[in-house]
């Protein structure tokens, strides 16, 4: 799953329609959990899980990852919101270098002192965990039949 840049996150809004939105997971393996973030300039994902935590993350497109036959892969689980606004931390640098590595073009966002002023915002980030439950997939894409399932064991 580290393979894939993105990913679609998706929420359930307060009158129960489904919201999608793309964003970058980072698989954290030794926690057995992603890590995504979303500004403070747009925090409805956030809003979304404190008020339900159920969520999927779909990784359908693997685009540059390199993998010759990419599954299809769709997450369910369950996801918190951590305390806080954050600008920097050991989980939050990890996310900022895999933007850095899969979005090179996102640099120019912090190039200069100048950038980092105007884009302040955009680095003031809530950070949401989510714990897989289950997965499903598709091999090579191919979403025709039924998918292969596992949930995901938990210690304890």
């Known amino acids: 799953m580290s393979s894939f840049f993105c990913c679609e996150l998706a929420t359930v809004?307060?009158?129960?329609?489904?919201l999608a939105w793309p964003v970058v997971p980072l698989y954290l393996p030794e926690r057995g959990e992603f890590l995504l973030t979303t500004t403070i300039g747009f925090p409805v994902k956030a809003l979304n899980?404190?008020?339900?935590?159920?969520?999927?993350?779909?990784?359908?497109d693997a685009t540059g990852s390199g993998l010759q036959h990419p599954p299809v892969v769709l997450v369910t689980g369950?996801?918190?919101?951590?305390?806080?606004?954050?600008?920097w931390g050991q989980d939050?640098?990890?996310?900022?270098?895999?933007?850095?590595?899969?979005?090179?073009?996102?640099r120019r966002f912090t190039r200069t002192p100048v950038m980092r002023w105007f884009m302040d915002w955009y680095?003031?980030?809530l950070l949401i965990y989510v714990t897989p439950e289950a997965m499903q997939w598709w091999p090579d894409r191919g979403m025709t039949g039924p998918p292969s399932q596992a949930t995901v064991p938990r210690d304890g």
Do not use: N
């Open 13 to 18: 809004a307060e009158d129960g329609t489904p």
């Open 49 to 60: 899980i404190e008020r339900e935590p159920r969520v999927s993350l779909l990784l359908s």
């Open 78 to 87: 369950s996801a918190r919101v951590a305390d806080g606004v954050q600008t």
């Open 92 to 106: 939050l640098g990890a996310h900022w270098q895999r933007v850095a590595a899969v979005q090179p073009a996102s």
């Open 123 to 125: 680095h003031m980030r």
